[in-house]
């Protein structure tokens, strides 16, 4: 069931011809080669906790480390071209694992480094080595990971089982839901389709096509909740051993060091996002309204009002993109021009392709992006996020891999003031239709990133909770899926008609711990910085450049001080929210106008 004729894919040849080619075989014996020497160099100085070397041997050790880790950003990403575009390529597969082990290999040199690092005088190595000044925070982050490292063969025996633990388990999850088809009737047939292709129909302005492909995706999760709560047992398990060990008092404060941020500012904005819990529920109301519905079920989040909106082909997509970018700068617009015009994008959605849309760092400073993409606003608006974080990736292109190293809280920032650059535009300049579909699909999203990540971050709470104890099934995931979901969206949707398998649907759960809050906050800082912008255009776009650039070089409350940004109170939070306030009053007004 194809949605556009010819949505282009995007093109891997420019990197290697194929995965069996000379070229790429000769590229990962390198990368082999390059981790060889780089552990045979930490060999050959002992490299570990208690180690005692001076400057030279660090200027070494960090360079060689960011050479090879460069060599294995663009290896990754190219297998992982290919894995996520079709999970059944079983050379891709293969490639995969094998990488995998390469993977393990580097987080063991990782480990060993932070081990040193924890017991140097980092204060007297900045003082000597200007290599150390350039990665002064990445050290510091080490030295505090230190503190919660094992005993040194500990941490390398955990490293070598994540492959047939987490990792495996990660990878179960991909593969079955990339390739699980649904049974579905359409059109009066019984057809079997991608999940990812009936998760699309959620946008579909037909309420029975849209309420028989939930039904269908509920009662296909169905059939595969065995081995899916297997897996999230297993990695939620492996996380709670692994803190515990590690004395983490929480897995939640592992994830918050890796975000850069700490729990005053977690908790300041999770407060602020509660208290606009109501706020949404009003739109949900009106929204509800719209469609002539007493009240919305989950199904009816994603609904198009009226006829669906323009009908936004890839290409018309595309030049809008470029043209927009363009009023903010032509640095913005070209970048955009020069991915499509390169085939960065993998557009179409079709069997064994992953779910969702993500942009991945290549080389240099190419990205490559893939989509799902539907010929509506809110599939412009995915592109434009994606290629936000492709700019981000332009933006980091100088600097080492240990610099690149971006936490997920900032991740967010290019992507949303993209989105929000082309959402303003049709709001300023599009038809009251236009604007109505624009706002429509800005709400959504918002409401998505607020009140649905809410409910996914209280459900991973729950699990690790619950999980300290023993393992769940997957009626109790059900259950405390449901409840997080009532919690949040409250008397905004049909009880009755929630999404109880959305711990399935999710691949965020199965990899790294907390995957969701910083999703949250790239929003609301996203909106934040976006208000300094209009309020100083000029001065903010140099600003701005150099903020992307140095993501991994600060931790966020530094780094948002450069534009008197306070994020460890409520209130830069609740100020943010206040823009969405304003969308959500304009929203219930023209509701009412057209009743």
Known sequence: MPITAALPRWDMQVVFPSLNSIEFHSAFLELERGIESLEALFHHYSIDKGSSHGIEVFDELLSTYNGVAEQLRTVNAYIHAFTTTDSRDELASAKDSEIDLLH?????????????????????????????RDHEYPLIKAKISATH?????????????????????????????????VPIEVDGKQELLPMSL??????????????????????????????LSAAMNSIKGEVVTL????????????????????????????????????????YLRAKAKALGLEKLAFYDLFAPLGDGGQKWEYSDACDFVVEQFRTYSDKLGDFAARAFRENWVDVEPRSGKADGAFCMS???DESRILMNYKPAFGAVSTLAH????????????GRTQVQRSTPMTLAETASIFCETIIRQAVVKNGTPSQQLE???ASLTGSCQVVVDIASRFLFEQGVFEARKKRELSAREMCELMRRAQLDTYGDGLDSDALHPYMWAAKPHYYGRSFYNFPYMFGLLFGLGLYAVYQRDPEPFKERYDDLLSSTGLADAATLAKRFGIDIRTPAFWRASLDQIRKDVERFEAIIEEKR
């Open 149 to 181: 490292m094992m005993r040194s063969g500990e941490e390398m025996l955990a490293s070598e089982l994540e492959v047939s633990g987490m990792m495996a388990w990660s990878k179960l999850h991909s593969n079955m839901t990339s390739q699980i088809q």
């Open 243 to 282: 803190s515990r060990h590690r004395k983490w008092d929480d897995p939640l404060d592992e994830a918050l060091l890796n975000s850069n941020i700490n729990r005053q500012t977690l908790d300041a904005m999770m407060l602020a996002a509660r208290e606009s819990f109501p706020l949404f529920r009003r």
């Open 198 to 227: 009936v998760r699309t129909m959620a946008h579909s302005a037909d309420r029975s096509q849209r309420q028989k492909a939930y039904s269908a995706e509920l009662a296909t999760w169905k059939t595969v909740e065995v081995p």
């Open 362 to 364: 290549l080389r240099g």
């Open 104 to 132: 393990v290999r580097m987080r063991k040199v990782t480990k060993r480094f932070n081990a040193w690092i924890g017991d140097i005088d980092l204060n007297a190595l900045l003082e000597s080595s200007e290599i150390a």
């Open 438 to 440: 624009v706002l429509e």
């Open 386 to 397: 994606e290629l936000g974080h492709g700019y981000h990736n332009l933006c980091l292109d």
